[in-house]
């Protein structure tokens, strides 16, 4: 069993930026592919950023421009960067490590006010 934590979240305004960080207790070698999702109230969980073991990443549409995706294979972290929030990525935010069958972590609310 892979235990994955996130951290990071928290009350913001508008235009602000916040870090979510998602730690993984599984070796990097194990770990295939690392993704954030988010959930707001009332609605589904959806996929917000993928980051693979090469580096390669893939954004929602929604978040492009404004997110970024970035790992630390030293440290076994994986961070997304949120810049320009909008009262529309309130949401809690999950990341789930492929290792290399899915593992999520509890969660971590990100709240932006206007």
């Known amino acids: 069993q892979v235990q994955v934590e996130e951290s990071g979240g928290g009350l913001v305004q508008a235009g602000g930026s916040l870090r979510l960080s998602c730690a993984a207790s599984?070796?990097?070698?194990?770990?295939?592919?690392v993704e954030w999702y988010r959930q707001a109230p009332r609605e589904q969980r959806k996929l917000v950023a993928t980051?693979?073991?090469?580096?390669?990443?893939a954004y929602a549409n929604s978040v492009k421009d404004r997110f970024t995706i970035s790992r630390d294979n030293a440290k076994n972290m994986v961070y997304l960067q949120m810049n320009s929030l909008t009262v529309e990525d309130t949401a809690v935010y999950y990341c789930?490590?492929?290792?290399?069958?899915?593992?999520w972590g509890q969660g971590t609310q990100v709240t932006v006010s206007s």
């Open positions: 980051i693979d073991n090469k580096g390669n990443t």
């Open positions: 599984a070796p990097i070698t194990r770990i295939t592919l």
């Open positions: 789930r490590v492929m290792s290399p069958g899915p593992n």
